[in-house]
């Protein structure tokens, strides 16, 4: 037997929820496959020590130094001061940025790996060497803040763009 239909008004609309125990204050979770408001902070954070740490060290010496540097080092020095803007940037935009906080991370424990750990395990690292090594491991912080879950489901794991033109509208044929 199927249940009577009628114009009858719908039952009432159930009461509202109670609020949790966490309090009406709480920050909302992240939308799907998004960040959330304190992750985004964490990020930020990490963007200013880039940053803001370039800013203090090179911006100082870029402008005193510029044009006296040997062509490897201006190159450095344009890298960094490039480099140093677009973290920066990150500050606005942190998810957008994330692949300046990615390279950071990769040249920095790509030269731990070709440059460093073969000085350190072999006959020890120079002087330079040993300097430039204690100013890289300020890529730990990066490494923190950087979400790498977001990285796989982002980077590695969602489709990657069209290499080939649009694909052909599909035609509605008219009835």
């Known amino acids: 037997m199927t249940p009577p239909t009628s114009s009858a008004a719908a039952p009432p609309a159930a009461p ?3 609020p ?17 408001l304190p992750r985004l902070y964490v990020l930020r954070f990490g963007y200013l020590v880039m940053g803001g740490g370039l800013a203090l060290v090179k911006w100082p010496a870029f402008v005193a130094n510029a044009g006296s540097w040997t062509l490897s080092q201006g190159v450095v020095e ?14 606005r935009y942190p998810v957008k940025m994330l692949p300046i906080l990615l390279f950071e991370s ?13 000085q350190l395990v072999g006959d020890g690292m120079d002087a330079a060497t040993t300097e430039l090594f204690g100013k890289n491991l ?17 980077y590695l794991a969602a ?17």
């Open 16 to 18: 509202p929820a109670a």
């Open 20 to 36: 949790t125990a966490r309090g009406a204050d709480h920050i909302p979770t992240a939308p799907a496959g998004g960040l959330s």
């Open 78 to 91: 344009c890298m960094l001061l490039a480099m140093s803007l677009l973290a920066l940037l990150g500050l």
């Open 106 to 118: 990769m040249w920095k424990l790509t030269w731990f790996a070709v440059v460093a750990l073969p």
């Open 138 to 154: 300020w890529v730990v912080i990066i490494l923190a803040v950087i979400p790498w879950g977001y990285v796989a489901r982002q």
């Open 159 to 175: 489709p990657g763009d069209r290499w080939r033109g649009a694909p052909a509208a599909p035609k509605n044929p008219r009835p």
